[in-house]
Nanobody, 127 residues
Framework: QVQLVDSGGGSVQTGGSLRLSCAAS????????MGWFRQAPEKERERVAG???????IYADSAKGRFTLTRDNAKNTLYLQMNSLTPEDTAMYYC?????????????????????WGQGTQVTVSS
């Protein structure tokens, strides 16, 4: 069974940086969609960065130039380096994974379609 444990959140001032980690287990066989999502109070869960069904890295417009998604295959860990943080980045951050079942083209999916989630790690950015 797939299990994800995310960590690395905390409180920083505007302009600060954090690196989130997502340790994965049980990701065996086939391809997986991966992603980092965030959800602020009273807002919809949104994708910040992810890996599509072909292994390509994607970023939300709000993250481009500030956030970097990387992975360490040996440690089965996904990272999200977040720089130049602003109060708009304040949210609970979650890593997510799901099996990629369509092989004929590259695609991603919304948070409603991901099956596996970390417990979440809080990021708070003060002004």
């Amino acid at each position: 069974q797939v299990q994800l444990v995310d960590s690395g959140g905390g409180s920083v001032q505007t302009g600060g940086s954090l690196r989130l980690s997502c340790a994965a287990s049980g990701l065996t066989g086939g391809s997986y969609l991966m992603g980092w999502f965030r959800q602020a109070p009273e807002k919809e869960r949104e994708r910040v960065a992810g890996i599509d069904s072909c292994g390509r890295t994607i970023y939300a417009d709000s993250a481009k130039g500030r956030f970097t998604l990387t992975r360490d295959n040996a440690k089965n860990t996904l990272y999200l380096q977040m720089n130049s943080l602003t109060p708009e980045d304040t949210a609970m951050y979650y890593c997510a994974a799901d099996r990629a079942v369509i092989a004929s083209y590259c695609y991603t999916q919304g948070p409603q379609d991901f099956d596996y989630w970390g417990q979440g790690t809080q990021v708070t950015v003060s002004s």
